[in-house]
């Protein structure tokens, strides 16, 4: 049995890192579902670099399926960058339901051997980044009265990450930001969750980093499905939840997980969980971590 997906027909969503990988796979599987894209991140010409995709060709893709997409450069750091690409999007499509931070820093790195400013890069891309881009919609968020704010980041579960301390500490703090918004929203209907895979996803940081081999695996479909079960429910009952992907997909009555496996037949180790959450046993059922606030 598989999940359906929501009607996303009316609505807009702003995704940050679109470019490629998870990103764009969620920008494709919104758009699939009728939802209007805001296509974001810094790439807008891949003709000198080997590493294919922009937020325009993005967008073009976004079209392809049937719906309005917007391509905006944006560097997430910048806060002027980001309120005029917010405003940007707002005027183009009048309004903006849906945010989704996807953008991301990465290196794998002890303390000893990570220079500050791979440090600095981390934390403005990640924590700032979702702070700025967050802030930066929140009014008109408030107006509309109802409405997402979704993040790409891991539960809370550990004090401590030794081999990727600045790492965790930059996606923790998406993590902080977004579910903070709950209580800082209550009563607007706004749902604010984070979401994060279980395991590894065939990513060009996952390949860069040697996280596994491609029997750990999946393929990035499985998060953008997952987002597309957050989407399905009701804002005002869905938020300050940090859910992880087969958690949702359970629910959502998926029950083959191969489907999703880069190599068939495979096993994925949770890779991705055990990195913030060292007692993650994918043989028991995850309760979703709920906040009050």
């Known amino acids: 049995m598989g999940m359906q997906g929501p009607d996303l027909d009316g609505s807009t969503a702003f995704i ?13 599987s919104l758009a699939e579902h009728g939802c209007n894209i805001v296509s974001t991140g810094k790439t807008v010409d891949d003709s000198d670099t080997d590493l294919e995709g922009t937020i ?12 309005d997409a917007h391509a905006i450069q944006l560097d997430v750091r910048d806060p002027e960058s980001v309120g005029a690409a917010a405003e940007e999007a707002i005027d183009e499509f009048g309004e903006v339901d849906i945010v989704i931070n996807n953008a991301s820093a990465i290196q794998i790195a002890n303390v000893e051997d990570m220079p500050a400013k791979r440090f600095d890069l981390m934390t403005e891309v990640n924590v700032r980044g979702t702070y700025l881009v967050n ?6 968020l408030k107006e509309l009265g109802e409405g997402w704010i979704l993040s790409n980041s891991p539960p809370v579960r550990v004090d ?12 923790m703090g998406m993590s902080f930001v977004t579910l903070s918004l ?81 190599v ?26 709920e906040f009050d606030g």
């Open 264 to 289: 068939e037949d495979s096993d994925p180790d949770p890779l991705s969980a055990i990195m913030f959450d060292p007692d993650y046993d994918k043989n028991e059922d995850v309760i979703t971590e």
């Open 182 to 262: 709950d209580g800082e929203l209550a009563g607007h209907d706004i749902g604010c969750n984070t979401f994060w895979p279980v395991t590894a996803i065939d990513t060009r940081a996952t390949r860069y980093f040697g996280m596994g081999t491609e029997k750990d695996w999946r393929e990035p479909r499985i998060v953008s499905d997952a987002v597309l079960e957050i989407l399905s429910r009701d804002p005002a009952e869905c938020s300050g939840n940090a859910f992880y992907d087969v958690d949702l997909l359970r629910e959502a009555g998926v029950e083959d997980f191969s489907q999703y496996n880069v």
């Open 135 to 140: 802030r930066a919609f929140l009014p008109h």
């Open 16 to 28: 940050t890192g679109t470019t490629r990988g998870i990103g764009k796979e969620i920008a494709l």
């Open 160 to 171: 401590r990450s030794p081999g990727k301390a600045a790492y965790a500490w930059s996606k």
């Open 56 to 67: 325009h060709k993005t967008a073009e893709a976004c079209r392809e399926k049937g719906v």
